[in-house]
């Protein structure tokens, strides 16, 4: 697993906001959360694409989502793990792993790619074999896609497909950036 860089190539911007910047800031931090993410305030140094990206990570994350709290979760955990993109990782297992029902032996299976994954339910093991194989190779095997679609309707299908592309796009964010982890954000299992 790769080690997390420290010194951010993109420092988060810092208060005090302008009126316009403070307004986007609120927007895309969750109710609840203990500060604006240091993610959000690297993104928000391109005002026009944060705010875009708003809607859409907004969408996955919400209501209107087909998938559960705990299928979702696992997709993003694996992705972010396998990205060695410990921020984001570690602000969602901090954040949603006891709510999503995840063990701390779960979310260390799900974080490590030589893991016995036993700990996992049937369901979990199927979307960390997809999250593996998209990794690995862009793609699902036959097989695999089999599997999945006993157990996922095609829009979920979709949603799980475009749910791991995002975050890794999102870890690309975080590694590349150097985005600083959060105080209160779980780390890698190293």
Known sequence: MPTTPTTPRIP????????????????????????????????????????RMTGWGGFLLGRKALLSLRDREVVIDRVCARCGAEYEWGVHVAAFAEAAGFSAEQSRAIADPAADLAVLTERDRLLVRMVDELHEGSDVSDALWSDLAAHWTHPQLVELLMLAGWYRAISYVCRAARVPLETWGARLPR
């Open 12 to 51: 988060p911007l810092q208060p005090p906001y302008d009126a316009e910047l403070q307004a986007l800031l609120a927007k895309m931090t969750p109710p609840g959360a203990p500060e604006v993410l240091a993610l959000f305030r690297v993104l928000a140094h391109h005002p026009a694409l944060a705010e």
